[in-house]
């Protein structure tokens, strides 16, 4: 009898029904190679798990070599450009050994210089220890010798201050001498120029129309005449009839006197005796002009005469 379809499909559910059929079915159908293939590939699984696991712990280790690798190229890197800088170090340090041991060489040559200007210093010092010795016995005999000069000198020097107290009296009573000379010469001075104005008032035009110069007599009779009526002083009166020329005449239209001081040299004093006595005549009603009248003035009044505190009229010499 045929075995169908349905036969197949009923042996399939028997199989499933019964698994110790299929076992027995499947040692029959299949040959011992092909039973034992599930046993081979669970095996095989099994090594090919533990390759896998190996092949991890070699990838880990793999990785733990490349990681240790470039620590230790980098340190290798680090080490080679250490020594490349210590390289250089050793290279400036030899040079620095060579000026090291040319300045040696130029010490020790300065050092033997040296040692030979020692020497010379040394015998040089000897000889300036000689010449010590002459020349302390050279200033003994000098203190010696400046000793008796100093009592000479001493004795000298009293007797030049003797001669220098003489030679100052001497010089104080030239200086008095001196002054009373040039006092002398200038009232003489003064006195020829005061003649010559009171001789020929005519040097006054410039200052006055129709000078007269009034004498002395004049000048008292003037001056009592206003201490009479009160309008002087005594000393105001006695101060005026000092003056050296009161000359009367015609200025500017006004009639009145120019209260004269005469010197060589027109100074400080003169102008203020000159507007003195003509500020006391003027109080006393008379109309005056202060003048100077000399052939120079000095330095100090020369700007008093150019601002025109009086008149003034200086002379050809």
Do not use: C
Request: hydrophobic residues 40%; without cysteine.
């Amino acid at each position: 009898m045929p075995f169908s379809v349905e036969d197949f499909q009923d042996l399939l559910r028997l199989l499933e029904q019964r698994p110790t059929w299929r076992a027995e079915l499947r040692r029959f159908v299949l040959a011992d190679e092909l039973l034992e293939l599930p046993v081979l590939v669970r095996r095989l699984a099994e090594a090919q798990e533990r390759t896998e696991q190996r092949l991890q712990a070699l990838a880990e280790a793999q990785a733990r070599t490349d990681g240790r690798l470039e620590h230790v190229e980098t340190a290798l890197e680090r080490l080679a450009q250490a020594q490349v800088r210590t390289e250089e170090r050793l290279d400036r340090l030899e040079a620095t050994v060579e000026r090291l041991a040319q300045a040696q060489v130029r010490t020790g040559e300065r050092l033997d210089r040296l040692e030979a200007t020692l020497e010379r210093l040394a015998q040089a010092q000897v000889r300036t220890g000689e010449r010590l010795d002459r020349l302390a016995a050279t200033v003994e005999r000098l203190a010696q010798a400046q000793e008796r000069t100093q009592e000479q000198l001493t004795a000298l020097t009293q007797r030049v201050d003797g001669l220098a107290g003489d030679l100052a009296a001497l010089a104080h009573r030239f200086d008095q001498h001196e002054q009373r000379q040039a006092l002398d010469l200038q009232a003489l001075k003064d006195g020829q120029l005061l003649d010559r104005l009171a001789v020929n008032p005519r040097f006054l035009l410039p200052l006055l129309a129709q000078p007269r110069v009034l004498d002395s007599a004049e000048i008292v009779a003037l001056v009592d005449d206003l201490q009479d009526r009160g309008q002087l002083q005594r000393a105001e009166a006695q101060d005026i009839a000092q003056v050296d020329l009161l000359v009367q005449g015609q200025r500017e239209g006004e009639q009145g006197y120019l209260v004269v001081e005469v010197s060589w040299t027109v100074g400080h004093r003169d102008i203020d005796r000159a507007r003195r006595r003509a500020e006391l005549l003027h109080r006393a009603g008379v109309r005056t002009w202060p003048t100077v009248v000399g052939y120079r003035a000095s330095e100090e009044a020369a700007p008093r005469l150019e601002r025109g505190e009086v008149l003034s009229l200086l002379l050809p010499e």
